[in-house]
């Protein structure tokens, strides 16, 4: 009898080995297959971290008045050699010398336009191809970012490449001022490029772009990290750009960076107003 209630014990315990067995089986492979569906549907890796306007302006507060150069040594002193510095190519539209109104200091926003694959809108009547434009802005090439923009915001587009396309003009760029962006930062093109100068509104790109955006690219995504002028950018990151070209700040290390660039630029100005004194030049903005 023992040997028996032991092996009748001993079915039951392998057939719910079994059950779970298969029970446990089943739901790896539900959720492998929920995870493969989910990865099909697409998935962003790279968060995007959140931050007040409090902590933005207190960050850039740090930053006030530090040159790329500058910001480039405290990147060095933090061990990031090399890292952030954007392609030299991406240069002011304009540069003011003077009062060096040209420079931008503040935190990334980013956006993401790809190229469209439906193409141009082909020729029609007038009224039917100002209706396609408007409805193409509307739902395929928007600006879904602009409400993001507050008081010391840097606008970072990551543009189709390659593409003839003025997605910066002198129209927008000013809405955007208007809700508190400091400048705009983009990999490839804008347009209205004399007016923008007149404006006086702070824009770092690569070339000049003619065409309007309905049937050259659409919006891909908004406040995502980017890749512009061959270098990472996450929102919230900051962004220091003047006659040197730009330079991002990951946001992890930024305070170490501003602390040391600090020190770098007093000890600059202290340094040249000595020579300014030798040389008998009147002192300018850059030394005081």
């Not at 600006?143 to 189709?160: C, H, N, Q, T």
């Not at 003619?210 to 891909?220: A, F, K, M, Q, S």
Request: hydrophobic residues 40%; glycine residues 10%; proline residues 5%.
């Amino acid at each position: 009898m023992k040997i028996t209630k032991h092996l009748a014990t001993g079915v039951v315990l392998t057939g719910l080995l079994c059950a779970s067995t298969a029970w446990c089986g089943a739901a790896e492979k539900k959720s492998k297959t929920e995870d493969v569906e989910a990865l099909r549907a697409g998935k962003n890796f790279l968060p995007t971290p959140i931050y007040s306007e409090e902590e933005d302006l207190k960050l850039i507060e740090m930053f006030k008045n530090l040159r790329v150069a500058d910001v480039c040594d405290g990147m060095d002193a933090v061990g990031l050699q090399n890292v952030g510095n954007m392609d030299p190519e991406i240069r002011p539209l304009w540069r003011d010398t003077e009062n060096f109104t040209h420079r931008i200091i503040g935190v990334a926003v980013t956006a993401r336009y790809v190229p469209t694959q439906k193409g141009a809108a082909g020729k029609m009547p007038v009224a039917e191809y100002d209706k396609w434009v408007k409805e193409t802005y509307a739902k395929e090439t928007p600006e879904p970012f602009a409400p993001l923009l507050r008081k010391g915001s840097v606008l970072v587009i990551d543009e189709a490449p390659n593409a003839d396309v003025g997605s910066i003009g002198s129209n927008n760029i000013m809405g955007w001022k208007l809700r508190g962006c400091v400048g705009v930062v983009t990999d490839a093109t804008a347009r209205d490029t004399d007016e923008i100068i007149t404006e006086k509104i702070p824009l770092y790109f690569r070339k000049v772009g003619r065409g309007i955006r309905p049937g050259r690219n659409v919006i891909e995504s908004v406040n995502r990290p980017v890749v512009v002028g061959g270098v990472l950018v996450v929102p919230g990151d900051v962004i220091v750009a003047d006659g040197d070209g730009v330079i991002v700040v990951p946001r992890a290390v930024a305070a170490d960076v501003a602390k040391y660039a600090q020190g770098v630029l007093d000890g600059d100005k202290k340094g040249r107003r000595g020579l300014y004194q030798q040389l008998g030049l009147k002192e300018d903005a850059s030394v005081k």
